[in-house]
Nanobody, 128 residues
Framework: HVQLVESGGGSVQVGGSLRLSCVAS????????MGWFRQIPDKEREAVAGIYSDPPDTLYVGSVQGRFTITQDSGKKRVYLQMNSLKPEDTAMYFC??????????????????????WGQGTQVTVS
């Protein structure tokens, strides 16, 4: 099992950038699919981006493709989400997650919340 803590959220103007960080403790993150999810009140938590190690794969939902970049430093047990060209609709609580989502089928269902069993407490992003 892995414990996750996010940071880097805040308030930013439309078109601005933020970089979220997630630090893991406990297990190594290289054996998991690491994901970023987001949630707004009264809505379901939705996937934003996912990343695998060895070999590397990065996955994005369409609404953030080309604007967000997920990376990880397995040695430092950190996962990052670089968010550029932010829009008001990106406003949400962002969560880091670790899940057992084996490839190759995991490439098709990495976005499912039920595949992730470790979650951070979230970091708020507000775009206005």
């Amino acid at each position: 099992h892995v414990q996750l803590v996010e940071s880097g959220g805040g308030s930013v103007q439309v078109g601005g950038s933020l970089r979220l960080s997630c630090v893991a403790s406990g297990d190594t993150i290289s054996r998991y699919c690491m994901g970023w999810f987001r949630q707004i009140p009264d809505k379901e938590r939705e996937a934003v981006a996912g990343i695998y190690s060895d070999p590397p794969d990065t996955l994005y939902v369409g609404s953030v493709q080309g604007r967000f970049t997920i990376t990880q430093d397995s040695g430092k047990k950190r996962v990052y989400l670089q968010m550029n060209s932010l829009k008001p609709e990106d406003t949400a609580m962002y969560f880091c997650a670790a899940g057992s989502v084996p490839r190759p089928m995991g490439l098709f269902y990495w976005h499912r919340r039920d595949r992730y069993n470790s979650w951070g407490q979230g970091t708020q992003v507000t775009v206005s």
